[in-house]
C-alpha cells in the first residue's frame, strides 16, 4: 500500500512510523536528515513471538535490526549473553562487515517487533529473505 502513495507522501508516513525509533536510538543522533530517509526507508517491520530465531550462530549478518518494541536475547550455549530490548540496535558490526558471520544466535524472548535494515549487497540469508518474523502489513 505504501507503495502507491506519492513519493513526498510515502517519505513523511515512512518517517512518523519511526519517528520514535530516530528519537530515541543513538545510531540516528548526529545524522543528517537525507541519511535518515534513506534508512528509514528501507526498513522492514517484522514481528516475532516468544522463541521465534531472528538469526542463527553462523548467518551471514544481512541485516541490522532495530529493536521497536519487545525482547530478544541472544545465547551462547546454555547461557544468555546478551538481552536487547527497545530502543536499541542488533547486528550492527556485522552488518558493516559484510564478510562476517553472526557469533550467537538470536530468539524473541518476548512478543517482539523489530524493523530489519537489510544490506542489499550481501547474500540472502537473512531473516527476511527466510521468510523468518510476521512482515507488517503495509
Known amino acids: 500500500m505504501l507503495n502507491t502513495l506519492a513519493p513526498q507522501l510515502r517519505t513523511d508516513l515512512v518517517l512518523w512510523m519511526f519517528r520514535d525509533t530516530i528519537r530515541e536510538v543513538p545510531f540516528f543522533h548526529d545524522k543528517p536528515s537525507s541519511f535518515i530517509v534513506a534508512v528509514v526507508e528501507q526498513l522492514q517491520k517484522l514481528f516475532f513471538e516468544p522463541k521465534d530465531v531472528i538469526f542463527r550462530q553462523g548467518d551471514r549478518g544481512d541485516e541490522m535490526w532495530?529493536?521497536?518494541?519487545?525482547?530478544?536475547?541472544?545465547?551462547?550455549?546454555?547461557?544468555?549473553?546478551?538481552?536487547?530490548?527497545?530502543?536499541?540496535?542488533?547486528?550492527?558490526?556485522t552488518f558493516l562487515e559484510?564478510?562476517?558471520?553472526r557469533e550467537m544466535p538470536g530468539r524473541a524472548k518476548a512478543f517482539t517487533t523489530e524493523a530489519a535494515l537489510p544490506n542489499v549487497e550481501a547474500s540472502s540469508n537473512s531473516a527476511t529473505s527466510r521468510g523468518c518474523g510476521r512482515a507488517a502489513e503495509e
Open 66 to 93: 532495530f529493536v521497536l518494541d519487545g525482547e530478544l536475547e541472544a545465547r551462547q550455549e546454555q547461557a544468555v549473553t546478551r538481552r536487547q530490548a527497545k530502543p536499541d540496535v542488533l547486528g550492527l558490526l
Open 98 to 101: 559484510a564478510e562476517r558471520d
